[in-house]
Antibody
Framework: EVQLVESGGGLIQPGGSLRLSCAAS????????MFWVRQAPGKGLEWISY????????FYADSVRGRFTISRDNAQKSLFLHMGSLRADDTAVYYC????????????WGQGTLLTVSS | DIQMTQSPSSLSASVGDTVTITCRAS??????LGWYQQKPGKAPERLIY???SLQSGVPSRFRGSQSGTEFTLTINNLQSEDCATYYC?????????FGQGTKVEIK
């Protein structure tokens, strides 16, 4: 069974740092391009980061560039998102998603993990 | 940055109706577009990729099409389980932008 399972969300104060993880199983992780997508409460979907299968290509949305870092460990079949200088408007459900390289639109999605940034 | 203008923001239709959702890109994006369905509390599911290719397992009543920079998701014979929010996603040249979403309700 194809699975992406996010973890690491929770409540954190503004200015803090946190790392989200996504564990993959049931498919060939090493050939998948991976994404982080978030959704603020009651709002639409927002793409925030991309990493190629080898990790050689990385891209960020303007809203998180310089504060967030995407990485992956292909041996552990895991995707990460290091988040720093967190703000209230980073509050969202964070989804890990992936798909075969060059497909562009991810077909596999995790269930999401909620991050709340609040004092 | 490429902007995606999705319309309408919401619609209400009856079972058996045909509904159409449109996304317009601010510049040419080839066929680099997917369509997603999201039900409340759930992750999005891809319906269409490469503008018009049906995702495996998705009912054939869902159809994607393109005319230049205008992309359309058509749902034929609307079913009660199609009640959801639909998003387009452009992914041209290593940039990604979602449309604002269309909430489909059943009358």
């Amino acid at each position: 069974e194809v699975q992406l399972v996010e973890s690491g969300g929770g409540l954190i104060q503004p200015g803090g740092s946190l790392r989200l993880s996504c564990a993959a199983s049931g498919f060939t992780f090493t050939t998948d391009e991976m994404f982080w997508v978030r959704q603020a409460p009651g709002k639409g979907l927002e793409w925030i980061s991309y990493i190629s299968p080898s990790g050689s290509k990385i891209f960020y949305a303007d809203s998180v560039r310089g504060r967030f870092t995407i990485s992956r460990d292909n041996a552990q079949k895991s995707l990460f998102l290091h988040m720093g200088s967190l703000r209230a408007d980073d509050t969202a459900v964070y989804y890990c998603a992936g798909g075969i390289e060059y497909t562009g639109s991810p077909e596999r999605w995790g269930q999401g993990t909620l991050l709340t940034v609040s004092s | 940055d490429i902007q995606m203008t999705q319309s309408p923001s919401s619609l209400s239709a009856s079972v058996g109706d045909t509904v159409t959702i449109t996304c317009r890109a601010s510049q040419a994006i080839r066929n680099d577009l997917g369509w997603y369905q999201q039900k409340p509390g759930k992750a999005p599911e891809r319906l269409i990729y490469a503008a018009s290719s049906l995702q495996s397992g998705v009912p054939s009543r869902f159809r994607g099409s393109q005319s230049g920079t205008e992309f359309t998701l058509t749902i034929n014979n609307l079913q009660s389980e199609d009640c959801a929010t639909y998003y387009c996603l452009q992914h041209n040249n290593y940039s990604w932008t979602f449309g604002q979403g269309t909430k489909v309700e059943i009358k």
